[in-house]
């Protein structure tokens, strides 16, 4: 779990995570909640059993939403773009969202530029896309494609 740090800064925010978790779902829940309990946020945040192709919320339920490496592992959702929008369909107006997946893959997402085009056709407000291959030194060996050179995170406000 990665929102510790955000949920130390804002003390009197909530966290919900959502994961599939499979067969493994008593033990992996029981593995989250720990290690949001040993990272003093345990109180303040939940989880939930859910496919991110179908979130159990309400339109625009969050004041952000936050992604890593999720989407192209959704197995219930053949066009992972409509996973991309169902994780912003539950962000509130204005709210801000950070998805890292392997965006610069074309067998999944298509040409990156159709992509942000398209996120910003379904109305967000603002798009940001950053290759993480230019935030992070990753060795040139494992920048080839299938691997860590397909790396992206879309970002912005909705």
């Known amino acids: 779990m990665r929102y510790q740090g955000s949920k130390k800064k804002f003390l009197n925010s909530k966290v919900t995570g959502i994961d599939t978790w499979g067969k493994a779902w008593s033990y992996s829940l029981k593995v989250c909640e720990n290690n949001a309990t040993t990272e003093g946020v345990g109180e303040q945040t939940n989880f939930q059993r859910a496919s991110a192709a ?8 969050f004041d952000a939403a936050v992604s890593n490496f999720v989407f192209h592992e959704v197995r219930d959702a053949k066009d992972k773009r409509e996973v991309v ?6 962000v509130k107006n204005g709210g801000a ?4 997946d392997l965006f610069l893959s074309e067998k999944i997402y298509g040409e990156i530029e159709d ?8 109305g967000i407000e603002e798009v940001h896309f950053t290759s993480t291959a230019d935030l992070v030194d ?4 494992l920048r080839i494609p299938g691997m860590l050179g397909e790396i992206g995170i879309i970002y912005g406000k909705k």
């Open 85 to 90: 929008q169902e994780a912003l369909r539950v």
């Open 115 to 122: 992509l942000l085009k398209t996120i910003r056709d379904w």
């Open 54 to 61: 179908d979130l159990p919320f309400d339109d625009g339920e």
């Open 97 to 100: 969202y950070s998805f890292q």
């Open 138 to 141: 990753i060795p040139r060996i």
